[in-house]
C-alpha cells in the first residue's frame, strides 16, 4: 500500500493477483493513481467473487476466513473490479471472466484504468 516511487513519476503499474491479499484495496489503488504520471495506465489481472454463478460465490464467501489465514490474506470475495471502478480513474477497459479448471479462482477481472 506504499509504493517506494515519487508521485507523478511511472507510465505503468500493473497488478496482477495482488489486489485480493493487500489489507486495503482502496489505499493501494490511491497509491497506484499517486505514483502515475497523468496519463499513466494501471494495467490489471485478478481474481473475484462469481457474478455468474451464485453458488459458487457462497462458496468463495465461505471459504475467505480460511482462505485469508493460509493464503497469505488473499480474500476469495472481493469485487475488485468495483474497487478499481470506484478509485476515480479517467477510463477504464475492462471485463469479467470465468476461467476454466481453477475453481475458487475462476471469476476473474481484467483491464487498463488510465488516469
Keep these: 500500500e506504499a509504493l517506494p516511487f515519487k508521485s507523478g513519476t511511472l507510465d505503468a503499474v500493473v497488478s496482477t493477483l495482488t489486489l485480493c491479499s493487500v489489507p486495503d484495496p482502496a489505499r493501494a489503488l490511491e497509491e497506484v493513481k499517486r505514483v502515475l504520471k497523468p496519463g499513466g495506465r494501471f494495467l490489471f489481472l485478478e481474481h473475484v ?6 453458488l459458487l460465490a457462497e462458496q468463495q464467501r465461505l471459504a475467505t476466513p480460511l482462505q485469508v489465514a493460509v493464503a497469505d490474506g488473499c480474500h476469495l470475495n472481493r469485487q475488485t473490479l468495483y474497487t478499481i471502478k470506484a478509485a476515480g480513474f479517467r477510463h477504464l477497459d475492462a471485463e469479467y471472466f470465468d476461467l476454466q479448471g481453477f475453481f475458487f479462482l475462476n471469476p476473474t477481472v481484467a483491464g487498463i484504468a488510465t488516469l
Design 49 to 54: 467473487l462469481s457474478e455468474t454463478d451464485p
